[in-house]
């Protein structure tokens, strides 16, 4: 069974600060990755989705990637901001569960300004 | 505007009560999905939807139930028989063309 695993579970940081999210899942066979933002109450953002036979995927600040082998990704968010205070979710979709997701259980990150 | 809704924002269930959320969508999308999310964790599956009249259970179907009777509607009822109901669900949709799954800005059920 899929298992998706975010360290670490809670990050502040202060504002400015390049940071580093992880996501790792225990079986490589998937479809892609994706993250998201989640603010407090709130729905999810799709942030980047990475398909599986790609290395990496950017979009602004943000830069995802993906090392399907080693079963890891990774969310860099470049020159942090209060703004981006959320928690980020990965989820993978494997292939064994059609267009089913497994979520880990996310990062909340804080940004001090 | 496209996109998803979910009514009510916020849901009191009373003991032995059965409740039903909706969930809405015009993007034009075959799949829905409901979660459940509890707080400090990620999110479970609960039921999905590939196609109009069908579904699929997910990894905690007990205790409840789904429709699926329009493409643009995947309403969610919590039956008595689910114990722990108190949780944020949300719902979400995707295209197989996109793969991205949008989501919508979730009910919080509450029990009485």
């Known amino acids: 069974k899929q298992e998706v695993t975010q360290i670490p579970a809670a990050l502040s940081v202060p504002e400015g600060e390049n940071l580093v999210l992880n996501c790792s899942f225990t079986?490589?066979?998937?479809?892609?990755l994706q993250w998201f933002r989640q603010d407090p109450g709130k729905g999810l953002t799709s942030l980047l989705l990475i398909q599986s036979s790609q290395r990496e995927q950017t979009s602004g600040r943000l830069n995802a990637s993906l090392d399907k082998s080693s079963g890891r990704s990774t969310l860099y968010i470049a020159a942090s901001q209060p703004g981006d205070s959320a928690t980020y979710l990965c989820?993978?979709?494997?292939?064994?569960?059609?267009?089913?997701?497994?979520f880990g259980e996310g990062t909340q990150l804080t940004v001090n300004p | 505007d496209g996109g998803i809704t979910q009514s009510p924002k916020y849901l009191f269930r009373k003991e032995g009560q059965n409740v039903t959320l909706s969930c809405e969508q015009n993007?034009?999308?075959?799949?829905m999905y409901w979660y459940r999310q509890d707080p400090g964790q990620g999110l479970r599956l609960i039921y999905y939807?590939?196609?109009?009249?069908?579904?699929q259970k997910g990894d905690i179907a007990e205790g409840y139930s789904v429709s699926r009777e329009k493409k643009e509607s995947f309403p969610l009822t919590v039956t008595s028989a689910q114990k722990n109901p108190t949780a944020f669900y949300l719902c979400?949709?995707?295209?197989?063309?996109?793969?991205?799954?949008?989501f919508g800005p979730g009910t919080r059920l509450l029990v009485l």
């Open positions: 079986d490589s066979a998937i479809y892609n």
């Open positions: 989820a993978v979709r494997p292939k064994t569960s059609g267009s089913r997701l497994t």
């Open positions: 993007l034009n999308h075959d799949a």
């Open positions: 979400a949709s995707s295209s197989s063309a996109q793969e991205t799954q949008y």
């Open positions: 939807s590939q196609i109009v009249n069908d579904f």
